[in-house]
């Protein structure tokens, strides 16, 4: 078990990657044109990588075909519309429990089994595959300075996985909690001077209302 310091070192922010450096990287490669500059911050902090054409390929098949495994139509066509509802306000889109963490969970059980897992987690507020209370607002590339939040790749929600996927496995901590810590963690970071407990506007109030009355379907169990 790992402490709660530990942890934080393990959200902390990894330092950025200019396009430059990138490109370095992909002409070393024995066969550059079979790779690809992506990147994965923001363009305020950017974090370019190097990444395999066709590996990029496969991962999106893989991925629509674990959301149409995990998620139910009805499920997949409300998560689409918040998806929109966040694209809209300048913003990315990010599965909170991700579905290849999902997708183990469910190796082995059948549809029916399945289908009372979602039901048990919703209960205490987990959510899996293409659900639109599975879905988070994070900064992306193309949201505008002004915009806060938590970065959706580097130094962000996707980093935040990949540095703790060994702490969610078999415990009780779930990445809503990790995503939770990752998010106070990053406010903190940008108040430079402690000004006590923030006062509360309403605005997320105002923007979950919204949203609700845009959607139009509820799923509060």
């Known amino acids: ?6 942890f934080i070192e393990r959200v902390e922010l990894l330092e950025g990657r200019s396009r430059e450096d990138a490109e370095k990287l992909r002409q070393a490669k ?4 079979d790779y690809s500059l992506n990147n994965a911050g923001s363009s305020e902090n950017p ?8 590996k990029r390929k496969g991962q999106s098949a893989a991925r629509k ?5 995990l998620s139910s139509p009805e499920e997949k066509e409300d998560a689409d519309k918040k998806a929109e509802y966040i694209k809209s306000r ?15 969970i469910k190796s082995g059980m059948t549809d029916a089994e399945w289908e009372e ?3 048990k987690d919703a209960k205490v507020g987990i959510y899996h595959g293409h659900h639109p209370k599975n879905l988070m607002m994070t900064r992306g590339k193309n949201t505008p300075a002004h915009k806060k939040g938590v970065e959706h790749r580097a130094g962000g929600a996707h980093e935040v996985e990949g540095k703790v996927k060994d702490i969610v496995v078999g415990s009780s901590i779930t990445h809503r ?18 000004k006590g407990k923030p006062r509360n506007t309403g605005a997320a109030e105002r923007m979950a209302a919204a949203y609700d009355e845009r959607v139009g379907r509820s799923f509060e169990n």
């Open 1 to 6: 078990m790992i402490t709660f310091k530990q």
């Open 30 to 33: 024995d066969n550059p044109n």
């Open 47 to 54: 974090h370019w990588r190097v990444v395999s054409k066709e």
């Open 65 to 69: 075909a674990r959301i149409d495994s």
């Open 90 to 104: 300048g913003y990315e889109a990010h599965h909170i429990t991700p579905t290849h963490h999902s997708d183990k």
């Open 117 to 119: 897992r979602k039901k």
């Open 177 to 194: 909690d990790l995503m939770a810590a990752a998010v106070k963690q990053q406010r903190q970071g940008r108040t430079s001077t402690p």
